[in-house]
């Protein structure tokens, strides 16, 4: 079957760290690049980060680059994001969801996502 | 960024009825477009990629339009069970953006 479990959330207090993670199962992980999107209570869907299948590239939303870092264990067939200097509008339900992919140019680029997690709860409030 | 503009914001429709939703980008997108379907409590889940194409094992009365800027998601006959949350999702250029989102409810 394939899934993406995320763990990690939890509550914690403004500028305190913590980390998340993603484990997947049922699919190669390490041919799929991976995404964080998140929720704040009653909003929308936001994107938070991306990596690529082989970690070679990352990006970030503004709101939290310079803050958290996505990173990937292949080996683990994990999923990671390191949340530092954690903020009070950082409070929401974190998915990890699977993209597809396509070639641009020979190179992998992101499209859509496939394979979501029921998502972890993070509150940030002092 | 690539801004992503929906709406409604919020729909009431009749078991039955034809649901029309917009996404408007601020920049022209191509094809590269997605919907999203979400219920209360539960995860996102992918309904239309590459504005018209259906995901497999999505409904039929499911179907998305549109390239460019302007694109429109469709629901033929409203059933109970498609009360949701539909958002649009643009992939021409990162960051990623999503729509704001369209609440649908039964009348």
Same mark, same amino acid.
């Given at each position: ?8 959330? !939890? /509550? ?9 993670? @993603?484990?997947a ?6 041919? +799929?690049?991976? %995404? ?16 690529? %299948? #082989?970690?070679? *590239?990352? +990006? =970030?939303? #503004? ?10 264990? *292949?080996?683990? *067939?994990?999923? +990671?994001?390191?949340? *530092?200097?954690?903020?009070g #509008?950082?409070?929401?339900? =974190? %998915? @990890?969801?699977? #993209?597809? !992919? $396509? ?8 499209? +859509?996502?496939? $394979?979501?997690?029921? !998502?972890?709860? /993070?509150? $940030?409030?002092? | ?15 039955? &009825?034809?649901?029309?939703?917009t ?5 022209d ?16 889940k ?23 800027? &302007? ?20 992939? &021409? ?15």
């Amino acid at each position: 079957q394939v899934q993406v479990v995320e763990s990690g959330g !939890g /509550v914690d207090q403004p500028g305190r760290s913590l980390r998340l993670s @993603c484990a997947a199962s049922g699919f190669s992980f390490r041919s +799929y690049g991976m %995404h964080w999107v998140r929720q704040a209570p009653g909003k929308g869907l936001e994107w938070v980060a991306v990596i690529w %299948h #082989d970690g070679s *590239n990352k +990006y =970030y939303a #503004d709101s939290v680059k310079g803050r958290f870092t996505i990173s990937r264990d *292949n080996s683990k *067939n994990t999923l +990671y994001l390191q949340m *530092n200097s954690l903020r009070g #509008d950082d409070t929401a339900v =974190y %998915h @990890c969801a699977r #993209d597809r !992919g $396509v070639l641009r140019s020979l190179e992998w680029f992101p499209t +859509y996502m496939d $394979v979501w997690g029921k !998502g972890t709860t /993070v509150t $940030v409030s002092s | 960024d690539i801004q992503m503009t929906q709406s409604p914001s919020s729909l009431s429709a009749s078991v039955g &009825d034809r649901v029309t939703i917009t996404c408007q980008a601020s920049q022209d997108i191509r094809n590269y477009l997605n919907w999203y379907q979400q219920k209360p409590g539960t995860a996102p889940k992918l309904l239309i990629y590459d504005a018209s194409n259906l995901e497999t094992g999505v409904p039929s009365r499911f179907s998305g339009s549109g390239s460019g800027t &302007d694109f429109t998601f469709t629901i033929s006959s409203l059933q109970p069970e498609d009360i949701a949350t539909y958002y649009c999702q643009q992939y &021409d250029n990162l960051p990623l953006t999503f729509g704001g989102g369209t609440k649908v409810e039964t009348k």
